[in-house]
């Protein structure tokens, strides 16, 4: 098993229900369970963690859930404290929680709430949960760190300028972090989906005039599904990727080699 | 298995015999293998090629060696002919074989320029032109052409070896939007700084090394098993949606 006995905290982890459609958090706990890894599944979302967790536990993975909004600190410092307690350390950091609710207009259009809010949850989250990780990390000798950014994280499009700006610096973030603590054998990259379908951007890419819209930008035809990202989140998270520090990971279709 | 039932050509892999160093090549060899691939290795170094295909088989796996010098154009129709004779398909293609000789733009004589670009930039490009239709015919396959950290960014003291894996890299992306269509994907693999037979002798000077080990944030040069494991990832059907796409292991040198 290519994660045996590592413990792995991933945000926005709630949307694993078993048999439908997963997002990219939740096909993660799955997937780092069925290969071996101690899973903390975090989200605001509490029902929907601990049914996810409920049915991971059911299938005898190991997992539990916790409640963290990674915009704050304290449940960070919590959450943290939670892990090393019952596992007394923790190997992977996967930064997944994120939305692009209210975000999508162009620089005029964007409100400085709106912006606020993205920087937030896609820029400040990663850096409170890499904060107080990290400590850890270094004590155990090393770790990995996955930040789940976006394409839009790398290029422009016509919308969702705030979401962009936040993956962008997410994108930075990472660098900056696998530089700093590479010394400590901790390693921090970046995924970078192109558009995936999960529970979040359902509603959005199936209405059949978006769907041919974005379906015209990628060359392989079709939208992602979550356990394709997960796949690529699985390998920066496992020893495999024992060389891989500060890159960036881009799971698209071939939407940005264009 | 991660690679079970799959066909794979991978060039530049004559160094593949345990407990002597493997280069890339070699290491993608045997965890492909182990991974349920068949292999076929095609070098130009006919001797080491055949004695690394005899060791994968006294291990029970699948593998052939043809003798390919990738410039070739009539080399790489009869090695993909013989893999499809031998195998029945070809699912995966590896563009591993590699030159890398130290001269600045004043010092790159053309006849170096050339021997770079033939073998990185057409060897790539020769290898892909031939498999694609085999792939097609398949409904897919996965080609994973080995450029470097050097085909990113520039450095004091290599000239044409940048240009070529600098070809390398686009010359992926653009074959990756030629071809999604037909399921077929092509990604690069960007390696910093590896301990192989080919960059051995470099390494090997103090000077060298030193100046090395100080752009490496983890401090310490990779191993050809931590490449293979991302070609593993790309080859593999995990990377389903990954195309045209780079992927850089270089310990952190180029994030800086």
């Given at each position: ?258 | ?232 990832y790309l080859a593999s059907d995990e990377s389903s949606y990954v195309t045209g796409s780079e992927l850089v ?8």
């Amino acid at each position: 098993m290519r994660l045996n006995n590592k413990v792995a905290l991933i945000t926005g982890a709630a949307t694993g229900d078993r048999d439908g459609r997963k997002g990219i958090g939740g096909a993660c706990a799955w997937l780092f369970a069925r290969e071996g890894a101690k899973v903390i599944v975090t989200d605001i979302n509490d029902t929907l963690g601990k049914q996810t967790v409920k049915q991971m536990q059911a299938d005898n993975l190991d997992t539990v859930y916790l409640h963290l909004d990674v915009t704050r600190e304290p449940d960070w410092t919590q959450a943290i404290k939670a892990v090393i307690a019952k596992h007394g350390r923790i190997d992977v950091l996967v930064n997944c929680g994120g939305d692009a609710d209210g975000a999508a207009f162009p620089v005029e259009g964007t409100t400085r709430q709106a912006w606020d809010r993205m920087m937030d949850i896609h820029a400040k989250g990663p850096l409170l949960g890499m904060k107080h990780a990290i400590p850890h990390m270094q004590k155990q000798g090393g770790g990995s760190i996955v930040n789940v950014s976006s394409m839009h994280g790398i290029v422009g499009s016509f919308t969702v300028t705030a979401y962009q700006a936040a993956k962008g610096a997410s994108r930075i973030l990472s660098k900056a972090a696998a530089i700093q603590y590479a010394k400590d054998n901790i390693r921090v990259n970046s995924v970078h989906p192109g558009y995936t379908i999960t529970p979040l951007t359902e509603s959005m890419f199936t209405d059949p005039d978006i769907h041919d819209d974005r379906i015209r930008e990628v060359p392989l035809g079709r939208m992602a599904r979550a356990e394709e990202i997960a796949n690529a989140i699985l390998y920066l998270a496992s020893d495999e990727s024992s060389y891989v520090t500060g890159a960036e990971l881009v799971v698209d279709g071939g939407v940005i080699a264009q | 298995m991660r690679l079970d039932g799959k066909v794979a050509l991978i060039t530049g892999a004559a160094n593949a015999v345990p407990g002597e160093m493997m280069g890339l090549g070699g290491a993608t060899a045997w965890l492909f293998a182990r991974e349920g691939a068949s292999v076929v290795i095609a070098d130009i170094n006919q001797k080491e090629g055949q004695r690394s295909v005899a060791a994968l088989r006294e291990d029970g796996h699948n593998a052939l060696f043809v003798k390919l010098d990738v410039s070739s154009e009539p080399g790489w129709q009869a090695v993909v002919k013989a893999t499809v004779a031998e195998f029945g398909r070809l699912d995966v293609l590896v563009n591993n074989a590699g030159v890398g000789i130290l001269a600045t733009v004043e010092e790159t004589t053309v006849e170096l320029w050339d021997a770079h670009m033939d073998t990185h930039a057409k060897g790539a490009f020769l290898g892909s032109k031939h498999a694609i239709p085999h792939m097609r015919k398949q409904g897919g396959g996965s080609i994973v052409n080995i450029s470097s950290i050097h085909g990113l960014t520039g450095s004091p003291t290599l000239a044409a070896y940048h240009a070529a894996k600098g070809a390398v890299r686009i010359f992926t992306k653009a074959a990756a939007i030629q071809y999604a269509k037909e399921n077929i994907r092509v990604n690069s693999v960007h390696p910093g700084y590896v301990m192989t037979p080919m960059t051995e002798p470099g390494f090997s000077i103090p000077e060298v090394m030193k100046a090395v080990m100080s752009r490496i944030p983890l401090a310490r040069l990779g191993t050809p098993d931590e490449i293979a494991n991302a070609i593993l990832y790309l080859a593999s059907d995990e990377s389903s949606y990954v195309t045209g796409s780079e992927l850089v292991v270089d310990g952190g040198v180029i994030a800086q």
